[in-house]
Protein backbone atom coordinates (compact mmCIF):
# COMPACT_ATOMS: atom_id res chain seq x y z
CA UNK A 1 0.00 0.00 0.00
CA UNK A 2 1.29 3.44 -0.54
CA UNK A 3 1.35 6.06 1.55
CA UNK A 4 2.39 9.87 2.33
CA UNK A 5 5.99 8.81 1.52
CA UNK A 6 5.48 8.51 -1.43
CA UNK A 7 4.62 11.64 -2.19
CA UNK A 8 7.32 13.08 -0.62
CA UNK A 9 8.15 15.42 -3.63
CA UNK A 10 4.46 17.42 -3.47
CA UNK A 11 3.87 17.50 0.26
CA UNK A 12 1.09 19.73 -0.36
CA UNK A 13 -0.68 18.57 -2.98
CA UNK A 14 -4.38 18.65 -4.28
CA UNK A 15 -5.66 16.33 -6.17
CA UNK A 16 -9.61 17.26 -7.35
CA UNK A 17 -12.28 13.96 -8.76
CA UNK A 18 -15.20 14.57 -10.63
CA UNK A 19 -17.91 11.76 -11.16
CA UNK A 20 -21.40 11.13 -10.96
CA UNK A 21 -20.74 10.51 -7.08
CA UNK A 22 -21.07 7.01 -6.61
CA UNK A 23 -19.41 4.92 -3.82
CA UNK A 24 -16.63 4.51 -6.46
CA UNK A 25 -15.78 7.91 -5.62
CA UNK A 26 -15.85 8.06 -2.08
CA UNK A 27 -12.99 4.75 -1.91
CA UNK A 28 -10.71 6.44 -4.56
CA UNK A 29 -11.45 9.61 -2.19
CA UNK A 30 -10.43 7.70 0.36
CA UNK A 31 -7.43 5.89 -1.37
CA UNK A 32 -5.98 8.99 -1.95
CA UNK A 33 -6.28 10.85 1.56
CA UNK A 34 -4.79 7.77 3.20
CA UNK A 35 -2.00 8.15 1.15
CA UNK A 36 -1.32 11.41 2.82
CA UNK A 37 -2.96 13.55 -0.23
CA UNK A 38 -5.69 16.32 0.11
CA UNK A 39 -8.63 15.29 -2.22
CA UNK A 40 -11.98 17.25 -2.69
CA UNK A 41 -14.81 15.62 -5.07
CA UNK A 42 -17.38 17.40 -7.29
CA UNK A 43 -20.33 15.56 -8.83
CA UNK A 44 -20.49 17.99 -12.09
CA UNK A 45 -18.67 19.89 -14.34
CA UNK A 46 -20.24 23.07 -13.28
CA UNK A 47 -19.70 22.99 -9.52
CA UNK A 48 -15.62 21.89 -10.06
CA UNK A 49 -15.30 24.79 -12.94
CA UNK A 50 -16.61 27.39 -10.59
CA UNK A 51 -13.83 26.13 -7.30
CA UNK A 52 -11.24 24.20 -9.00
CA UNK A 53 -9.09 28.04 -9.85
CA UNK A 54 -8.98 29.33 -5.99
CA UNK A 55 -8.49 25.65 -5.47
CA UNK A 56 -5.27 25.53 -7.22
CA UNK A 57 -5.12 21.34 -7.78
CA UNK A 58 -2.19 19.66 -8.95
CA UNK A 59 -4.23 17.02 -11.06
CA UNK A 60 -7.86 16.47 -11.69
CA UNK A 61 -9.51 12.98 -11.98
CA UNK A 62 -12.24 12.85 -13.98
CA UNK A 63 -15.73 10.90 -15.25
CA UNK A 64 -16.04 10.70 -19.14
CA UNK A 65 -19.31 13.15 -19.42
CA UNK A 66 -17.74 15.16 -17.36
CA UNK A 67 -14.20 14.84 -19.13
CA UNK A 68 -16.43 15.57 -22.41
CA UNK A 69 -17.41 18.95 -20.90
CA UNK A 70 -13.97 19.67 -19.79
CA UNK A 71 -12.73 19.27 -22.52
CA UNK A 72 -14.86 21.28 -24.51
CA UNK A 73 -14.05 23.94 -22.29
CA UNK A 74 -10.53 24.11 -22.85
CA UNK A 75 -10.56 25.02 -26.22
CA UNK A 76 -12.60 28.12 -25.35
CA UNK A 77 -10.58 29.10 -22.30
CA UNK A 78 -7.07 28.12 -22.26
CA UNK A 79 -6.35 28.23 -18.44
CA UNK A 80 -7.83 24.81 -18.42
CA UNK A 81 -5.19 23.99 -20.07
CA UNK A 82 -3.14 24.37 -16.99
CA UNK A 83 -5.17 21.40 -15.07
CA UNK A 84 -3.83 17.85 -16.08
CA UNK A 85 -6.48 14.93 -16.47
CA UNK A 86 -6.51 11.67 -15.93
CA UNK A 87 -9.69 10.12 -17.12
CA UNK A 88 -11.81 6.93 -15.90
CA UNK A 89 -12.94 5.11 -18.77
CA UNK A 90 -14.69 1.84 -19.87
CA UNK A 91 -12.33 -0.85 -20.11
CA UNK A 92 -12.70 -0.96 -24.12
CA UNK A 93 -10.08 0.32 -26.48
CA UNK A 94 -12.27 3.15 -27.91
CA UNK A 95 -13.22 4.49 -24.98
CA UNK A 96 -9.58 4.97 -23.60
CA UNK A 97 -8.64 6.27 -27.84
CA UNK A 98 -11.55 9.27 -27.02
CA UNK A 99 -9.56 10.61 -24.07
CA UNK A 100 -6.48 10.27 -25.36
CA UNK A 101 -7.37 12.11 -28.33
CA UNK A 102 -9.89 15.01 -26.52
CA UNK A 103 -6.68 15.95 -24.17
CA UNK A 104 -6.46 12.88 -20.88
CA UNK A 105 -3.22 12.50 -20.04
CA UNK A 106 -3.88 9.19 -18.81
CA UNK A 107 -6.68 6.62 -18.40
CA UNK A 108 -8.15 5.02 -14.84
CA UNK A 109 -10.19 2.34 -16.23
CA UNK A 110 -13.47 1.05 -14.27
CA UNK A 111 -13.62 -0.47 -12.06
CA UNK A 112 -10.75 1.50 -10.68
CA UNK A 113 -7.87 -0.43 -8.61
CA UNK A 114 -6.48 1.64 -5.21
CA UNK A 115 -3.35 0.75 -5.96
CA UNK A 116 -3.33 1.50 -9.89
CA UNK A 117 -4.64 4.64 -8.92
CA UNK A 118 -2.02 5.94 -6.62
CA UNK A 119 0.60 4.52 -9.17
CA UNK A 120 -0.79 7.14 -11.91
CA UNK A 121 -0.95 9.41 -9.74
CA UNK A 122 2.31 9.20 -8.37
CA UNK A 123 4.05 8.89 -11.34
CA UNK A 124 2.41 12.26 -13.09
CA UNK A 125 2.98 14.25 -9.96
CA UNK A 126 6.50 13.03 -9.74
CA UNK A 127 6.73 13.72 -13.67
CA UNK A 128 5.33 17.49 -13.46
CA UNK A 129 7.08 18.02 -9.95
CA UNK A 130 10.72 17.58 -12.27
CA UNK A 131 9.70 19.78 -15.24
CA UNK A 132 8.86 22.58 -12.83
CA UNK A 133 12.04 21.89 -11.17
CA UNK A 134 14.04 21.82 -14.82
Known amino acids: MMNAS ?11 IAT ?6 LSMAASIRKAGLSCVCFSNFHTMAEHWRA ?5 AIVDAP ?3 EFF ?9 CDLPVIEFVQPDAESRTKAFAAGAM ?13 GCLRT ?5 SALSHA
Not at 72 to 80: L, P, T
Request: aromatic share 6%.
Open 6 to 16: DFKFAPNILVL
Open 66 to 68: IAD
Open 55 to 59: LNPAI
Open 106 to 118: DCIVKPVISEELL
Open 72 to 80: RCRKEDESF
Open 124 to 128: HLASR
Open 20 to 25: DGNSET
